[in-house]
């Protein structure tokens, strides 16, 4: 059921963000739910296509870029961070969401991650959390369950599964989101509030592999998966956020994990920034340089 608020009936629908482009996803991948969340919650947000900027990288949710419109960036593998992060600290009118994939954020990118988290960056990072590097065939990522057949690794891998939200919460986060690709419903509603949070959003969605994830299925997180915040979890208790989001032994808890609107922004803290009207873009111009580059040659 698509669901549009009668109240913007003169803002954005959800057809404006849609590109005729055929989807390149296996049957049942959940990248389907997280592309309806996304444009459910920037539509419902009466965020137009030309008003938000979407980042990607390479993998198999990168390929999102082809079918949801609006201002968009494909750059390379592991690192949709840094560039969104630029283009957000540029232009702080413009939200701007960064989708990753678990093999490039916890692997090539994970440096990356480090610093956004540390930096509270204002932009929303989504992880596709289909636990394998998909688009490449199925390897195990870091993310991956130890000793799990995989494409590459037909009798596991010897590493431990890198405890994922354990290491996010060292970070000191200020959002920490769990979201499944079965729940479009409460993706759309995490996605809303993750795209306003005023620093570094870390959205982790769990997400279907039908092809080469045959351990966390669709099935499997739907059995698992609950809302914690219906269950009375508050996300401002930090401590009680971070137990719940490192036990997912018996039940997922999703929903809004973590929340501190209270931490200013890595913008914010910018002292030369301090009471300046303009936007970093407004300011771009062309210099003659010619005299400083004299004293270089
Ligand atoms: C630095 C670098 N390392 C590896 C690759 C090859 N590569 C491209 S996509 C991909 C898999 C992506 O997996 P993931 O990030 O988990 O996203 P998914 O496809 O699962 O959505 C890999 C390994 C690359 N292009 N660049």
Redesign the pocket.
Known sequence: MIRIPLDNAGGPKMQDYHHDNQCTWCDGCG?YGIWTAAKRALVELNIAPHEVLLCY???????MSDKLLGYRFHG????VIPFAAGAALANRNVPVMAF??????F???IGHLVHGLRSNYPMTFVL?N???????LG?A?S?TWQGQPMNTSPNGIPERTLPSMDFVFSLEPTFVARGFSGNIDQLTEILKVAIKHRGFAFVDVLQA?PT?NHFATHDYLLERCYDANKEGHDPSNFAAARKLATDSSERIATGILYQNENTPDYYEQLVARQNVKTQAVDEVEKKDVSAWMKKFV
């Open positions: 990248d990288d390479v993998g198999c949710h990168g390929n390379l593998h592991g690192r990753g994939g678990d093999g490039a954020s692997s090539e990118g596709h289909n636990a394998n590097y998909g688009l490449t390897q990522s993310l592999c080469y």
